[in-house]
T-cell receptor
Framework: KNQVEQSPQSLIILEGKNCTLQ??????????LRWYKQDTGRGPVSLTI?????NTKSNGRYTATLDADTKQSSLHITASQLSDSASYIC????????????FGTGTRLTVIP | DAGVIQSPRHEVTEMGQEVTLRCKPI?????LFWYRQTMMRGLELLIY????????DSGMPEDRFSAKMPNASFSTLKIQPSEPRDSAVYFC???????????FGPGTRLTVT
């Protein structure tokens, strides 16, 4: 069964600290993996998209890694800021159609001063 | 570009009423997606269009839901009759290509009482 699981479900960190969010998937075949950031009351915004051949991609203080062999991805946030408080959603595509996107339920990150 | 535009931003209606949600995609994007987001189920793809044609509506929960895209710049999602369990945030997203980055609108928060 194609699934995407994210951990932790929620996380609270101090401003300035680093954190890592996890995404494990069982989707097959695999086309790409996306990380989205969703601020409260807003639509998701794409952070990174990685294909099978990419094992790391950065977007500012956000760095995503992908291990297609173990079917794991992580999103590392460096020097967190209050504005990083949001939900982070991992989405995996099997490449067979736009409808075949598998969504994680997200990690809710709260950065406190 | 103003991004994906959705209206209304909030909708409160009574059970049994018809609800129509509207979306204007980003100009030049050939794909349009309708999603529903709830706390329990996260993001779910309902239907998507390519060049105004519905490609897959397997995510549409029931016959009470229908979606149209009469032209490249406008789409509607209609619920008739609405039920309390339809309460959710409905997002519209668009993209240039099936597997490209999707740009989400701000969402419509629907409450059915």
């Amino acid at each position: 069964k194609n699934q995407v699981e994210q951990s932790p479900q929620s996380l609270i960190i101090l401003e300035g600290k680093n954190c890592t969010l996890q995404c494990n998937y069982t989707v097959s075949p695999f086309s790409n993996l996306r990380w989205y950031k969703q601020d409260t009351g807003r639509g998701p915004v794409s952070l990174t998209i990685m294909t099978f051949s990419e094992n790391t991609k950065s977007n500012g203080r956000y760095t995503a890694t992908l291990d297609a062999d173990t079917k794991q991805s992580s999103l590392h946030i460096t020097a967190s800021q209050l504005s990083d408080s949001a939900s982070y959603i991992c989405v995996v595509s099997d490449g067979t159609g736009a409808n075949n996107l598998f969504f994680g339920t997200g990690t809710r990150l709260t950065v406190i001063p | 570009d103003a991004g994906v535009i959705q209206s209304p931003r909030h909708e409160v209606t009574e059970m049994g009423q018809e609800v129509t949600l509207r979306c204007k995609p980003i100009s030049g994007h050939d794909y349009l997606f309708w999603y529903r987001q709830t706390m329990m189920r996260g993001l779910e793809l309902l239907i998507y269009f390519n060049n105004n044609v519905p490609i897959d509506d397997s995510g549409m929960p029931e016959d009470r839901f229908s979606a149209k895209m009469p032209n490249a710049s406008f789409s509607t999602l209609k619920i008739q009759p609405s039920e309390p369990r339809d309460s959710a945030v409905y997002f519209c997203a668009s993209s240039r290509n099936r597997d490209y980055e999707q740009y989400f609108g701000p969402g419509t928060r629907l409450t059915v009482t």
